[in-house]
Nanobody
């Protein structure tokens, strides 16, 4: 079993930056595709970013491409989401997810494990 704990959320003004971290437990972390999703109130869960186990491939949702960067440090069992040029529309609970597949995915249903999420609020 894999447990994921997000941190780093908070309040930031538009145009600012924030870095989220996701700490994972479990021996198999380094073999998992990792992803970030976000959930705004009464809206569907939205894909943000995904990274392959060896960081060879990353993909992003169109709304965050060019502003957000996903990375991971397998030695520390941690995945990061660097968020720059934040907009009020980025306000959401950000969730970390792990997928046993070797291929990055934009679909939430492909992910096997989820963290509880961390709130990001961007003020205008």
């Amino acid at each position: 079993q894999v447990q994921l704990v997000e941190s780093g959320g908070g309040l930031v003004q538009a145009g600012g930056s924030l870095r989220l971290s996701c700490a994972a437990s479990g021996r198999t972390f380094s073999t998992y595709t990792m992803g970030w999703f976000r959930q705004a109130p009464e809206k569907e869960r939205e894909f943000v970013a995904s990274i392959r186990w060896n960081s060879a491939n990353t993909i992003y949702g169109d709304s965050v491409k060019g502003r957000f960067t996903i990375s991971r440090d397998n030695a520390k069992n941690t995945v990061y989401l660097q968020m720059n040029s934040l907009k009020p529309e980025d306000t959401a609970v950000y969730l970390c997810a792990a997928d046993r597949s070797l291929v990055t995915s934009r679909s939430a249903i492909d992910y096997d494990y989820w963290g509880q999420g961390t709130q990001v609020t961007v003020s205008s």
